[in-house]
């Protein structure tokens, strides 16, 4: 069935440092792509999509690029700030309107 | 921008209570989704809904019902509650364009929901 592995963290990294957290989707069909971000105390937002091969998905300095060849999705951005500690989620929708969740990568980001 | 409401952000009950959690949302969308979410576990499906008076069994519906006699509100019922329920509830609701959806769901703030 359809699944998804995000990287385990927890993930701590200084201000400013480059961040990666990587996603992989086990899929039937042609899954949409997403990560959310989950701030302490909140539910999920949705912080960038993709919903076919080599999209690219961003928002507020956040990319994704949906990978069919690797069945990847990873999270990239370039320079991380103290206000971007928060769980990431990595999730797809499959056929139907389910979607599959990733674990969960706890981001903390130190002055 | 769409807007999921939970009714409670924390709530406290009894082992053997019915506790009734609440979600509504003011965008007219077909689904909506009751996750819970553990430490470690990620998110796991309890029960799903397509359409007012419809209902789906999600991964872990034991122990759990659900009612959709509105199409803006979904409601996850613990028939008796167990300690082992303790968790945070999230609802969401998305979209229905179709086969091979591509539209993201939207979560409630959640709810804590401690069982003593």
């Known amino acids: 069935g359809d699944s998804v592995t995000q990287m385990e963290g927890p993930v701590t990294l200084s201000e400013e440092a480059f961040l990666t957290i990587n996603c992989t989707y086990t899929a039937t069909g042609y899954p949409s792509l997403f990560w959310y971000v989950q701030y302490p105390g909140e539910g999920l937002q949705l912080l960038l999509k993709a919903t076919k091969a080599d999209d690219k998905g961003s928002n507020k300095g956040f990319e994704a690029t949906y990978r069919k060849e690797t069945t990847s999705f990873h999270l990239e951005k370039g320079s991380v700030q103290v206000s971007d500690s928060a769980v990431y989620f990595c999730a797809l929708s499959g056929t139907g309107n389910q979607f599959y969740f990733g674990t969960g990568t706890s981001l903390t980001v130190i002055p | 921008d769409v807007k999921v409401t939970q009714s409670s952000r924390y709530l406290v009950k009894r082992t053997g209570e019915k506790v009734f959690l609440e979600c509504v949302q003011d965008m007219d969308h077909e689904n909506m989704f009751w996750y819970r979410q553990d430490p470690g576990l990620g998110l796991r499906l309890i029960y799903f809904?397509?359409?007012?008076?419809?209902?789906e069994k999600g991964d872990i519906p034991e122990g759990y019902s659900v009612s959709r006699e509105k199409k803006e509100r979904f409601s996850l019922i613990l028939e008796s509650a167990s300690t082992n329920q303790t968790s945070m509830y999230l609802c969401?609701?998305?979209?229905?364009?179709?086969?091979?959806?591509?539209?993201?769901?939207?979560f409630g703030d959640g709810t804590r929901l401690s069982i003593l």
């Open positions: 969401a609701s998305s979209l229905w364009v179709g086969q091979g959806n591509n539209q993201p769901q939207h």
């Open positions: 809904s397509y359409d007012v008076k419809m209902k």
